[in-house]
């Protein structure tokens, strides 16, 4: 099985910085890509940044140019640094691993239990 923890969300003023962490822990498994999506209330989850086991990353137009997704593959971390937030960037982030299983070479998606980024004017 796969475990995946995400911390660092908070109560930041617009403008100010935040940075995000996920790690996916277990057994048996590869990451072959991780994402972070975002869920603000009454709206649908959207992805807000990618990369791959290459390091080629891309991002949602909104956060362009302010947010950095980056990974540590040695220890199955993602990381998402979030600069120049904006009241808008206010939402639940979701880090999201697609892994394969090292015994079956199935795929599977695993999800971050969610982390609330609020940002004040």
């Known amino acids: 099985q796969v475990q995946v923890e995400e911390s660092g969300g908070g109560l930041v003023q617009a403008g100010g910085s935040l940075r995000l962490s996920c790690a996916a822990s277990?057994?048996?498994?590869?990451?072959?890509?991780r994402s972070w999506y975002r869920q603000a209330p009454g709206k649908q989850r959207e992805l807000v940044a990618a990369?791959?086991?290459?390091?080629?990353?891309n991002y949602a137009d909104s956060v362009k140019g302010r947010f950095t997704i980056s990974r540590d593959p040695a220890k199955n971390t993602v990381y998402l640094q979030m600069n120049s937030l904006k009241l808008e960037d206010t939402a639940v982030y979701y880090c999201?691993?697609?892994?394969?299983?090292?015994?079956?070479?199935?795929?599977?998606?695993?999800w971050g239990q969610g982390t609330l980024v609020t940002v004040s004017s």
């Open positions: 999201n691993f697609d892994v394969r299983s090292t015994q079956t070479y199935r795929h599977l998606e695993v």
């Open positions: 277990g057994t048996d498994f590869i990451v072959t890509a």
């Open positions: 990369i791959t086991s290459g390091g080629f990353a």
